[in-house]
């Protein structure tokens, strides 16, 4: 059908760093693992990955992505979600194929994670007292989750039987982690290099680490000052909050704090690397993820 090719033609040019493919590419031939194989499950990560970013957009009503409009505007929303699931039928479909019900078992995993994950994010929409805790777990389900799978499939392909805990999956999860933090970070810090408005995590009511940092820092007027604005954004006005936020942050040296737990787990994850035996694997590994890794503290 037309809607089908226009969706699929959306998913392939939409950009992006193509960063689960990648890691589960190069990180599977640091252990030399059949390029065919690494391919296929690359691109059906992405796939997995490319249908919840549909869903996605329609959840939070996103008009942009990448500073270019979102499938959910361009075909409307039930294109999109009837597009996002045929997208993920179609994967899971090609995924069967492969004939290795482990492999299954890594998709499925990450696929109920993924929903879980967003119904987590959703009930705790406009919660100033989301915990931790409670963020870390959207974190893990909403992002970590498909590293942590690059890095299971790269298990299993090598024989491992306990996939789920082996030194592969351990650093698709850091990297992961590592990988939401560092926007959750630069949406209050450099918004830039992640094409998009700063402080969208406040206006949509989502509570991440440096709010957690600033609510901690924070004096008690502060705190009710916070409170005032966040019920201010809630009813839709955002422009008062857009001015202060940023003031209290520098305040407090929230970048300086984010950026000094962000560096901390960097260290960890290049040591991780660095246990990969194939060097070249690895050194393209290390090259291609250290654009995305270094954030300098202010």
Not at 40 to 62: K, P, Q, T
Not at 152 to 157: G, N, R, S, W, Y
Not at 181 to 197: E, T, V
Not at 239 to 258: G, N, S, T, W, Y
Request: glycine content about 8%.
């Amino acid at each position: 059908m037309p809607i089908l090719k226009q969706l699929q033609r959306y998913v392939v040019t939409s950009g992006g760093k193509r960063i689960r493919p990648l890691f589960i590419y190069y990180l599977g031939k640091a252990y030399r693992l059949e390029n065919a194989e690494l391919i296929r499950l690359g691109s059906l990560l992405e796939i997995v990955h490319a249908a919840s970013l549909l869903h996605d957009d329609v959840v939070d009503g996103a008009e942009e992505r990448r500073s270019k409009p979102t499938g959910a505007k361009l075909f409307g929303n039930k294109a999109v979600v009837l597009g996002g699931d045929h997208l993920l039928s179609s994967g899971l479909q090609a995924l069967n194929n492969l004939g290795n019900p482990q492999y299954m078992a890594v998709f499925t995993d990450a696929i109920k994670a993924l929903s879980a994950a967003e119904l987590l994010q959703m009930q705790q929409h406009f919660n100033l007292k989301t915990s931790r805790k409670t963020h870390a777990e959207v974190v893990d389900g909403k992002t970590a989750v498909l590293f942590r799978a690059a890095g299971a499939l790269v298990a299993i392909m090598r024989g491992q039987g306990d996939f789920y805990r082996s030194e592969t999956a351990e650093l698709g999860l850091a990297f992961g982690r590592f990988f939401q933090y560092r926007d959750d970070y630069l949406d209050y810090f450099d918004a830039a290099r992640l094409k998009k408005r700063g402080l969208q995590d406040f206006s949509n009511g989502i509570v991440t680490a440096p709010l957690h940092i600033l609510l901690q820092a924070a004096e008690k007027p502060e705190q009710r000052r916070i409170e005032a604005l966040w019920r201010a954004v809630e009813a839709g006005d955002t422009q008062q909050a857009l001015k202060e936020i940023p003031d209290l942050m520098a305040k407090h040296r929230v970048a300086f704090k984010c950026s000094a737990d962000l560096a901390r787990m960097q260290r960890d994850i290049l040591a991780g690397l660095e246990a990969l035996p194939e060097k070249a694997p690895r050194e393209r590994i290390r090259a291609e993820f250290q654009k995305i890794l270094a954030v300098a503290p202010p």
